[in-house]
T-cell receptor, first 115, second 110 residues
Framework: EDKVVQSPLSLVVHEGDTVTLNCSYE??????LLWYKQEKKAPTFLFML????IEKKSGRLSSILDKKELFSILNITATQTGDSAIYLC???????????????FGQGTILTVHP | DGGITQSPKYLFRKEGQNVTLSCEQN?????MYWYRQDPGQGLRLIYY???????QKGDIAEGYSVSREKKESFPLTVTSAQKNPTAFYLC?????????FGSGTRLTVV
């Protein structure tokens, strides 16, 4: 059974702090690892990672994947109150051909940033 | 614009009733997914479909049923066998470029 585990489950910081969110996975046929931010309704896409060791950056957010250790981290620097959200990690498996297979999510990390 | 539409946004159901949640996409995606989210938690996979007329159970399929008669549509029925159906339901679709989520349906059993 595919498994995605995120840690910590919740985190409270102050504006300006740097946070690191963790995601480990066990997937039979790994295809990609994705990070999402969820504030109220639908998750919004942050990153898709398929190759080890290549950092992806978007403003104050960055993420990297380690396919040997089956691990990814999401870093947020200089946090702001608007970063408060649930951060979700998901892993897509390879169903073969052109189609994506199962997309399994972790439990999420609830980040709260205080002014 | 291409996208994925879930309806209704809010749904109330009496205990013992079946209810169907709609999910439609015009992104030409092959794969579609249904997730359940409980407060403060991640998404748990109910069912997914990689192609028309085929679907697979996810981790929490009991008490739910789906169909995939058209590529664009993947409706989810919450049956009376689902003991705790009050939750937020998210539909998604995907292809090799990524995944897109609908805005969700919040189901409350009264």
């Amino acid at each position: 059974e595919d498994k995605v585990v995120q840690s910590p489950l919740s985190l409270v910081v102050h504006e300006g702090d740097t946070v690191t969110l963790n995601c480990s996975y066990e997937v039979t046929n790994f295809r990609s690892l994705l990070w999402y931010k969820q504030e109220k309704k639908a998750p919004t896409f942050l990153f898709m990672l398929t190759s080890s060791g290549i950092e992806k950056k978007s403003g104050r957010l960055s993420s990297i994947l380690d396919k040997k250790e089956l691990f990814s981290i999401l870093n947020i620097t200089a946090t702001q109150t608007g970063d408060s959200a649930i951060y979700l990690c998901a892993v897509g498996d390879n169903a073969g051909g052109t189609s994506y297979g199962k997309l399994t999510f972790g439990q999420g990390t609830i980040l709260t940033v205080h002014p | 614009d291409g996208g994925i539409t879930q309806s209704p946004k809010y749904l109330f159901r009496k205990e013992g009733q079946n209810v169907t949640l709609s999910c439609e996409q015009n992104l030409n995606h092959d794969a579609m997914y249904w997730y359940r989210q409980d407060p403060g938690q991640g998404l748990r996979l109910i069912y997914y479909s990689q192609i028309v007329n085929d679907f697979q159970k996810g981790d929490i399929a009991e008490g739910y049923s789906v169909s995939r008669e058209k590529k664009e549509s993947f409706p989810l029925t919450v049956t009376s066998a689902q003991k705790n159906p009050t939750a937020f339901y998210l539909c998604a679709s995907g292809d090799r470029r990524g995944y897109t989520f609908g805005s969700g349906t919040r189901l409350t059993v009264v």
